[in-house]
């Protein structure tokens, strides 16, 4: 049997890594110049090693059927709250462990080409290791209180460097952006973590207590928290009508982006709503509240994303629209399918944003796709490797998206919630429409120029040539058994789903075709309107789409312009006025009667007489008429 002492060292890796990068650096600034290679080593070395103790792990659990739980310490313990630093390694968590530390991996390599020559170099890789090992914690964690710690954790790690060019103003307004709009989700999260323990009383709070005694409680309360928790997942997962801080996040360097989109963060929210579904199974009107969430989140940022010109905010508004097609799955109880499409998603989105850092830095940080497209370059790997992340997530089989996507929309269909599998399928055809638009006119619209090659480093195509592999194949991992599959990903996570597809294989057919001509007609429009665009006369920038709804806008004047007129307000009236007024009246009187006061400390001897003889007169007068002498 395997030692479970390795548990918490998918961890540890990561986070030793983000120490000896740290304190290297401050060596690095302090004292002496420190090769990049260094920390470059250390960087990617952390995260390979966590990768192969999680697959160790996966491959012993494979053999035994074991599930491994590790407890550290008892962090605290106050009356019949006891909160144990310990973490848990079933199949959720180490499904999830797997393809986070191993896509992590690749961008950590992909990182060391991508900000090669930057001064913050060590800082970078410091704070990366740091992001990757806040994920782990999230992912093995034992009980909900752990699990914030990493979910906290990740919110700074994305603040640290959405924001890691805090010289320019606008990467730190955006990374504020990110950490104040997740705040609000968090406290969201910690009023339904703290609700769902006065329901269930006293117990243990860990999740397989959790889960044993979760009949216990009454349903107005669990329903309460299952929402309260999902507002924090709204904010980690970028869901309406929290999702402002997504595409300004693209301000940070692009190694992050894809971090971000890919292994971490984002998908934190999926985990956590998986990670309850025992909360979430009893509870079915809150789970349907989440698939509309998802779905009208997917069209929403798909409409978005079909007239924006930044390449970087298209895919970041591509990862919401796809984040909302998770969330149908999770919210209808089909946990493993949103799970394998957080999967296929990982390695396609990965991709398709270092394909974009590579293209930016070959066009010297140009990321307006019309520009890109008028000083076009050679950049064949590039090309093909975003090609077919483009393909991918447009749902063409037998590339990954397909697979993990049409699950999602069989399992809408299956469950009669027909308007959602409609908004999924309009979705799926805007999603194939900009995506390829974006591929069009980055690399297939004429322009005046003769394509000049440029070099790439091979730490930024070797990740993406593995991920490549990964988006053409990874859908085979939960192949239909209409196609002649196994469900494997379905099977591995079968405890989590409180119901499962089962249609027939006509119905099956059916659903698939429509899908695929949903597809292939978005992409022939997309090939009808961009393929041979004039790409030096740009489309309008104007407009309600292009400028998203100005929901940006109404958040500013709602939240942000009236708070400030509540504080300007509340601080010349109630504060100045009233609280100081009366504070400082009170301070004047006091003043006042001390210089009354002080009149009587005059130094003059005969004045003091004076008041003695008085006093004394006093005395006696008192003395006389009491003793009625």
């Known amino acids: 049997m395997m030692d479970t002492s390795l548990l918490v060292w998918i961890i540890l890796a990561p986070l030793i890594g983000a120490i000896l990068n740290g304190g290297l650096y401050i060596y690095h600034i302090k004292k002496k110049p420190v090769p990049q290679i260094v920390f470059s080593l250390i960087g990617t070395g952390t995260p390979l090693i966590a990768f192969l103790i999680a697959l160790s792990i996966f491959l012993d659990m494979v053999d035994t059927g074991n599930t491994y739980k590790q407890v550290l310490f008892t962090w605290l313990h106050i009356d019949n709250l006891n909160i144990a630093m310990g973490f848990l390694g079933d199949n959720l968590a180490i499904f999830m462990s797997m393809f986070v530390t191993f896509i992590g991996w690749l961008i950590h390599i992909y990182a060391i080409g991508y900000m090669t020559g930057d001064n913050g170099f060590g800082k970078f890789f410091a704070y990366f290791n740091l992001f990757l090992a806040s994920m782990l914690i999230l992912v093995l964690a034992d009980n909900p209180v752990i699990l914030f710690i990493g979910w906290e954790g990740v919110g700074l790690c994305s603040y640290l460097l959405i924001a890691f060019y805090y010289g320019n103003k606008e990467n730190v307004i955006a990374g504020n952006k990110a950490f104040i709009a997740n705040r609000v989700g968090d406290f969201g999260f910690l009023l339904g973590l703290i609700t769902l323990y006065f329901a269930l009383g006293e117990v243990d709070l860990n999740f397989t207590s959790l889960e044993a005694n979760i009949g216990k409680a009454s349903p107005s309360l669990l329903a309460l928290s299952g929402f309260l928790l999902f507002v924090g997942a709204m904010g980690k997962s970028a869901q309406i009508p929290l999702y402002v801080w997504l595409p300004d996040a693209m301000a940070g360097p692009t190694p992050i982006s894809a971090l971000i989109h890919a292994a971490t963060m984002v998908t934190a929210g999926v985990y956590m709503v998986s990670r309850f579904h025992f909360l979430y199974s009893g509870i079915e009107g809150i789970g349907v509240f989440i698939a509309y969430i998802g779905a009208f989140s997917a069209l929403f940022a798909a409409v978005i994303a079909t007239r924006q010109q930044d390449i970087k905010k298209i895919l970041a508004y591509s990862?919401?629209?796809?984040?909302?097609?998770?969330?149908?799955?999770?919210?209808?109880?089909?946990?493993?399918?949103?799970?394998?499409?957080?999967?296929?998603?990982?390695?396609?989105?990965?991709?398709?944003?270092?394909?974009?850092?590579?293209?930016?830095?070959?066009?010297?940080?140009?990321?307006?796709?019309?520009?890109?497209?008028?000083?076009?370059?050679?950049l064949p790997i590039i090309s093909a490797t975003f090609l077919i992340g483009v393909i991918a997530i447009s749902g063409i089989p037998p590339f990954s998206g397909f697979f993990s996507k049409d699950a999602i929309l069989a399992s809408a269909f299956q469950e009669g919630q027909y308007l959602i599998w409609a908004i999924g399928m309009f979705t799926a055809f805007l999603t194939a429409f900009y995506?390829?638009?974006?591929?069009?006119?980055?690399?297939?619209?004429?322009?005046?120029?003769?394509?000049?090659?440029?070099?790439?480093?091979?730490?930024?195509?070797?990740?993406?040539?593995?991920?490549a592999v990964g988006a053409i194949g990874a859908g085979f991992l939960n192949l239909p058994a209409v196609l002649g599959g196994e469900h494997l990903v379905d099977t591995w996570l079968a405890k989590l789903n409180s119901t499962h597809i089962h249609m027939s294989h006509a119905t099956e057919y059916i659903l698939m075709i429509i899908s695929v001509a949903v597809a292939a007609s978005g992409i022939f429009v997309a090939y009808k309107k961009y393929a041979n665009f004039d790409v030096f006369k740009p489309e309008d920038e104007k407009g309600l789409i292009a400028n998203k709804f100005y929901v940006d806008e109404f958040y500013d004047l709602v939240f942000v312009q009236f708070s400030k007129k509540i504080s300007t307000f509340i601080d010349k009236n109630l504060d100045d006025k009233i609280i100081d007024g009366f504070i400082m009246g009170t301070c004047n009187q006091f003043t006042n009667f001390g210089k009354k006061v002080a009149t009587l400390q005059n130094a003059n001897v005969r004045f003091y007489a004076a008041f003695m003889l008085i006093g004394m007169s006093c005395i006696f007068v008192y003395l006389y008429i009491s003793l009625g002498l």
């Open 319 to 378: 990862t919401m629209s796809q984040l909302g097609y998770m969330f149908i799955a999770v919210g209808l109880g089909f946990y493993s399918s949103g799970l394998f499409h957080v999967l296929t998603h990982a390695f396609f989105k990965a991709m398709l944003f270092m394909g974009a850092g590579g293209i930016i830095i070959a066009l010297h940080h140009e990321q307006n796709i019309f520009k890109i497209a008028q000083h076009r370059a050679s």
């Open 435 to 467: 995506m390829f638009r974006m591929y069009f006119i980055l690399f297939i619209a004429p322009n005046k120029h003769t394509k000049s090659y440029v070099y790439t480093s091979k730490t930024i195509t070797f990740p993406l040539l593995i991920l």
